[in-house]
DNA sequence: GTAGGGTTAG
């Protein structure tokens, strides 16, 4: 018996005009419906039988049938069953309000991992939706605001689960509109998914919003908060949020301590070691106590800040407390050292951390590995890769990318080939920096067509440059003196999406230095600038190394009073650069580096 | 299952 003739016997579906209550969705009149159609239906749904399904329903309406089935009271359960089916079988889209009319039905029924399921489908493949028609469809969805609520809730959360949290975003603004109340468990993840896109305002946006539509933050949003704000260097902002976390009744733990001092450790400012350890007494004197994380972070912090002493000391105090050193805590070290050149003692570090009991991972083996390689000990380096086949370490894309880039800067481009072919037979697939090296290689070499070359096959592998990509060509077309090429690339870079970064626009203005075209270069500052990129100690040295080669040494010991008035802490370059020039106008440098002006009246100037 | 730490390319 056909289903069409069962509802509506003699009747056409299509040209039936319903009823519509006060939301406008079409309603069936409880009299035109054949009360021993659905059964048949919901029982073909339960039991699966699709084909007999399709054959029952295939001449009516699908939509008509889900309203059909929504309205006959059925099941939650088995209306979404039909809904996806319907969809997938008739290559169509059921209507928004249906749709979210099955899901608070589901919600009412307590349903939520049903719901869960769907909406994470939903949202991966929904088209044209826009966000708002999606909360119209729910604001209609039924009575229950509650379970409306519950509902726009898990859409925040399913939008950001399947990245897509920009969308995330505009349904946590759209729910504020309908006054849907969310939880700290959708809202979360969007924060963290925002920071993670280093959309701070947004991120300082919604925090406000949560406080005003009087969602309980936990100690987790505002720890989240915090990243955003240390991520963009906003640490004021990050500790004052710390306090003001009390203020709502949340106590900062170990997490929020360990974030804002990562965040001063990564901060390139004067004293930010300092800082950081000012932090680390506040946090005991709170009572909260330090753990491996802490440590790790301090010890990583002073040896980016190249005070490997600072460093040392701080391991030791870890261990005082009867911390124990874990595998990340080596890799820092042995990283450290590497970086300190002293890979002699970072192979003994390592010998340590065997018999300590820990198991070198494979960022130890890289790190390892990369301090060999910078420190022209590619054998070693070598050795190192074939050990961990041995050992059964899996080398990753990391580990053929240092390799391969040691190959390149050895100007051995066959080899930095070869392993690219191998680490492709081996299953392990090339990132774009992997590319960035064999691209910095061929460039290297002059060899700028075979670097577009490779610039399509990456393109063919879907793999996109980045910033680092467009900084390499650029700094091989200053090199070429071609500043003013290299300058265009710019356009191409925002078109791209891309940003920028400081080393695009210091590699643009050492171009054109070396060029001695010093007002291009102050161009390209002021276009920096003007994006929100403050000058920093590389763009520093760059001005002040092109002033110096044109001999404007007050220009340039102008430049070096600024960076030091901003908080910049010039480094061994800046003093190289500068030193004789400096030493000639009457500054002498002291243990730490600062110079002090001898001849004049000005105290120290840090 | 939710918040913090380490390795590459310029």
Known sequence: MHFKSHIFPGRSLQGTVFPRNKQGIKQFSSLSIDESCTPT?????????WSKLKTHVQNADPTTV????????????????????SQREFKLSQ???LTFRILHSLALAKKYSKIRSFLDKFVKDEKDYSVSAVFHAISLSGDSFCVKSI???MLVLAYVRNLKTLRGFEAFKRAGDYGFKLSV????PLLSGLVKEGKIRDVEFAYGEMIKRKIELDVISFNTVVNGLCKVGKLNRAGDLTEDMKVWGVS???ITYNTLIAGYCKMGRIGKMHKADAVLKEMVAKGVSPDEVTYNILIDGFYKDENASGATRVFGEMQRKGLKPNVMTYNILINGLCSDKKVDEAVAL???????????????????????????????AIKLFNDMAKKGVDPNARTYTTLIDAYCKDRRLEDAFALRDSMIDRGVFPEVSTYNSLIAGLCRKGDVEAAMKLMDEMAGKKLNPDIVTYNILIDSLCNRGESRTAVKLLDEIFSKGLNPTHVTYNTLMDGYCREGNLRAASNVRKRMESKG???NVVTYNVLIKGFCLKGKLEDANGLLNEMLERGLVPNRTTYEIIKEEMMVKGFVPDIEGHFYNVSGTDSKRK
């Not at 239906?41 to 039988?49: A, E, G, N, V, W």
């Not at 468990?185 to 979360?188: E, I």
């Open 41 to 49: 239906i919901t029982d073909l749904i339960s039991k699966q039988h």
């Open 66 to 85: 889900l309203q059909q089935l929504l309205n006959s009271g059925a099941d939650p359960e088995l209306n979404l069953r039909y809904l996806t089916w």
């Open 95 to 97: 209507s928004l309000e």
């Open 151 to 153: 509902v726009a809730d």
């Open 185 to 188: 468990t959708s809202c979360n």
């Open 252 to 254: 900062p733990n170990v």
């Open 350 to 380: 390592w010998d340590q951390m065997v018999s300590s009991g820990l198991e070198p991972n494979v960022v130890t083996h890289n790190t390892l590995l990369n301090g060999f390689c910078k420190n022209k000990t590619v054998n070693e």
């Open 533 to 535: 990129k403050q000058a």
